[in-house]
């Protein structure tokens, strides 16, 4: 959820040079160009393979709607500020759903206090065949490889009801 949530308007590093020196970020593409809220950060994108198939498409749809444009420009920065993560609630063989209590905090130039955002959801998983990394894969190959190893995939995310928040 952290990689899927958390835009800061440059490319994640894939060596240690790039960790000290970040590439900017123009996004991906998901819908039709050139409309507005069509895209997604490469980092969401690249952790959105860790969505099953059917609920991977409409999930970036609404990331996409979410995304400032100002990220895409180096003017915005989106962090999720997690504040509590329950234990897994099995639901039935392997089902769980997690709830998770979260603010979304958005920074942009001339507001260093940040707007805070709730986002609070319940997040359902399963349990996957994790792939086994074929040798010598590199690029989206091996990204999706890496989303994918941990054995799950998240099926559904829905709002948590408020209860006693």
Known sequence: MTLMMNWSGNLPPTTVEESAKP????G???GERGLR???VTSGAWQASYALSEDFRKEFLKTLASMTPPGVFKGKTQVVLVPLSIQSPIKIEEGKWKVKMIANLTIFDQGNNLGEVIP????IFLRAVEAPESP???SGLA???YQVRTSGLEIYAIRDL???NL
């Open 23 to 26: 590439k900017p970020d123009t």
């Open 28 to 30: 991906i593409n998901i």
């Open 37 to 39: 809220g069509n895209k």
């Open 119 to 122: 986002f609070n959801k319940e």
């Open 135 to 137: 040798a010598n894969v």
């Open 142 to 144: 091996a990204v999706i």
């Open 161 to 163: 009801p408020e209860e």
